[in-house]
């Protein structure tokens, strides 16, 4: 399936819990993260747990899914800004739940899918909103950086392996 | 209990009130509505070195555009104080989290008793604010060791008669007599009492024969009992089986971190009910002063509670 996206929004946190901080770019390390980023530093929220979160994307057709209720299984939208989402690339046109297992280039970069990303109530509590339910399902991908880089805002996505 | 957004938020400004009284008034960068809180609330101040410390809000809880705390400088204590008075100057960064509120107005009440000592009068500074606004009754208590407190100014002008000062110094020096001073118990009156823990203690003998639920302390320290001796229990983690071992100089939320549980804490000394978490079978020795007796028959405080022999979490 050819598809092609881009890197809409790109976000770090520096802690655990603290806000997101939108960037315009941002350098990836192999084995690391993004730089400055919580998990890069290993202070993230799940770094003792295991699984790798290197990176972390979600797409933006999900966010504007909430925005509409659809599938309505909430009693209104819910309106989850870029920032707030607490994963760190926000793609658009990239069908991220085939992507677990298969390489893709971002910008000059290359990353490899792993587990798909799943909601937690961690994130439903610092948010105050219902989002579990919502993201059920699509709540994006955690990512190894096989290639890095610098990536920026607006670069292109693309897949390696189909 | 919930974990909260942390903010890098700058200090819009910084004055200094009696009673080497730092108020600050707080405002987020990027933010024009900030996260929205009940009087009563409070936010926790990371420090550089990753501590945490716990300021109530005092301003009106109905401007969301920026927060007010006020931090007396206490040479004597934990350090944290001071770091805000050396470096939270007008333009610097503060990391503060999203309020979280222990200590409420009661919406039902007919009238409030508020009895403040010291800097415990920063949550009703807030409080009368709210109260004013929606006309319900209230008394203020004001003890001080100043005769002219903090807020003085302030609360004469929120409160008017409202407010009844004791300064323990100066030509009108007055004693405030928990016994003589607060008024009988009645339906729909609810005291609220903040304050250093001699102040809290009176007002809650004071107070004994009042309905429990309508006697409400926000402490910023817990009444610890001096001769309790730590005991070493067992945790079961109920969704697992796995089995813990806590020794008598380690706290449950400490041996759950070891053994992997991300668990979010905050002050630690079981006044900020950070670390909340249900519990089965098992004979808590409750140590926190946060969770009320209902709530005690299946959460506790990680932080400072532990078991008699051994309790199993909901985890």
């Known amino acids: ?162 | 209990m919930t974990a909260r957004i942390i903010m890098k938020m700058r200090v819009a400004s910084a004055r200094d009130e009696s009673g080497g009284v730092r108020v600050l008034t707080l405002k987020h960068p990027l933010r024009d509505v900030l996260p929205e809180w009940e009087p009563g609330a409070h936010v926790d101040l990371r420090l550089p070195d990753g501590k945490i410390r716990q300021y109530s809000l005092c301003g009106d809880a109905g401007d969301r555009s920026q927060y007010r705390i006020a931090v007396k400088r206490e040479e004597n204590g934990r350090g944290g104080s001071k770091w805000v008075h050396d470096n939270l100057h007008s333009g610097a960064e503060a990391h503060v989290s999203a309020p979280r509120c222990n200590f409420r107005l009661h919406a039902s009440a007919k009238r409030h008793v508020f009895v403040a000592g010291g800097i415990g009068i920063t949550p009703f500074l807030a409080m009368v604010q709210a109260v004013r606004k929606t006309g319900t009754p209230f008394k203020l208590a004001y003890c001080s060791s100043l005769a002219r407190p903090p807020f003085f100014e302030e609360l004469q002008r929120h409160c008017g008669d409202g407010v009844t000062f004791y300064p323990a110094s100066g030509p009108g020096r007055r004693r405030f007599d928990a016994f003589a001073d607060l008024p009988e118990p009645a339906e729909g009156t609810h005291l609220y009492c903040c304050g250093p823990q001699r102040l809290t203690e009176s007002v809650r003998v004071a107070a004994s024969r009042w309905p429990q639920d309508h006697v409400h302390f926000e402490l910023f320290q817990p009444a610890f009992d001096e001769n309790f001796v730590p005991e070493p229990f067992g945790i079961t983690i109920a969704s697992t089986g796995q089995r813990l071992h806590v020794p008598a100089d380690k706290s449950a939320l400490e041996i759950l971190r070891q053994a992997g549980f991300v668990l979010s804490s905050s002050c630690e000394l079981g006044v900020c009910g950070s670390c909340e978490c249900g519990y089965r079978d098992g004979a808590v020795i409750h140590r926190d002063a946060v969770l009320s007796p209902n709530a005690r028959q299946d959460r506790m405080m990680l932080c400072v509670s532990r078991a008699r022999g051994h309790v199993t979490l909901d985890l």
């Open chain 1, 1 to 162: 399936m050819p598809w092609s996206g881009t890197l809409e929004f790109i976000h770090i946190a520096p802690a655990a819990s603290y806000e997101m901080e939108e960037l315009k770019e941002a350098r990836l390390i192999p084995g690391r993260g993004i730089e400055g980023d919580r998990y890069f530093n290993g202070t993230g929220t799940y770094s003792p747990k295991p699984g790798v979160r290197e990176v972390t994307l979600i797409e933006m057709e999900v966010l504007e899914a909430l925005a509409r209720n659809d599938p309505p299984v909430q009693d209104k939208p819910v309106v989850l800004a870029p920032a707030d989402h607490r994963r760190n690339l926000t793609t658009r046109g990239v069908p991220l739940n085939h992507l677990s297992g298969k390489r893709f280039r971002v910008g000059e970069t290359i990353l490899k899918g792993g587990r798909l990303n799943f909601p937690c109530k961690y994130l439903e509590e610092i948010l105050g909103l219902p989002v579990f339910l919502p993201l059920y399902n699509r709540s994006g991908l955690n990512c190894w950086i096989e290639k890095g880089g610098i990536i920026r805002q607006g670069d292109a996505i693309e897949p390696i392996d189909l």
